[in-house]
């Protein structure tokens, strides 16, 4: 997720019918090609407003910019809603299934007593947000796994974590299907985690602490 300006939205990696019956395809519609899109749209807006598009998404996030606070903030929330989701979208697949035995899920056995152990932790810190949010796994840049939740559009410390996976607490990610329900949502999001891309992305937090 190094974009730059004009930031453009991603492509989902599969269908909108194919997280049914367990999101539908009005809903996966209305959070992708409706709320995403109109993130990506404001971004490139106070983007190019406040001459900053030889700055990456990343680098907007972790930079000190000099504007006054009502302005940066605005533009650090679209910043952080179009890397949060990008890195959600990213992050699941179409296929429902059970996290694999590699070292990413060893470490979280590790630490937390088993993966039961640690989806029911995950869904507990989801649970604490009164808000809207996100909740994520990350890893310290010496490699530990922590769970991590942020505000609003809020994204986690760049400079000191590589976060693995996210989950979108906004209602507007379940409210069609699950009404109220977050438990119920995060419950079958968790089974479309893309362990593949999580196991890649904790293997680049290694990496990058022996360097």
């Known amino acids: 997720m190094s974009q730059r300006y004009p930031f453009q939205t991603m492509t989902l990696g599969f269908g909108l019918s194919s997280l049914s019956p367990y999101c539908d395809p ?29 700055l990456s998404l990343e680098e907007l996030l972790t930079q000190d910019i000099n504007m006054p606070v009502a302005q940066l ?25 059970t996290p694999p035995l590699n070292k990413l899920t060893g470490v979280l056995i590790g630490v937390y ?19 809207a949010g996100w909740v994520w796994l990350v890893a310290e840049r010496s490699g ?20 693995i996976f996210v989950a979108d607490l906004w209602e507007h990610a379940y409210f069609l299907d699950d009404q109220f329900d977050k438990e119920k949502y ?26």
């Open 144 to 163: 530990g796994p922590h769970i991590v939740i942020t505000d609003n559009n809020d994204a986690v410390d760049l400079q000191a974590v590589q976060p």
């Open 186 to 211: 995060l419950d079958y999001w968790f089974s479309f985690i893309d362990w593949n891309k999580a196991e890649a992305r904790f293997e680049q937090s290694r990496t990058s602490a022996a360097c």
């Open 73 to 97: 903030a605005r533009l650090k929330g679209a910043a952080g809603a179009v890397y949060n989701h990008e890195l959600y979208f990213d992050g699941i697949q179409s296929v429902m299934d």
């Open 26 to 54: 009005d809903t996966l519609y209305l959070h992708h090609g409706q709320y995403y899109a109109q993130k990506v749209r404001e971004l490139n807006h106070l983007v190019s407003k406040h001459r900053l598009t030889n």
């Open 113 to 131: 007593g088993s993966i039961n152990a640690f989806k029911r932790l995950l869904l507990e810190a989801a649970d604490s947000l009164p808000g």
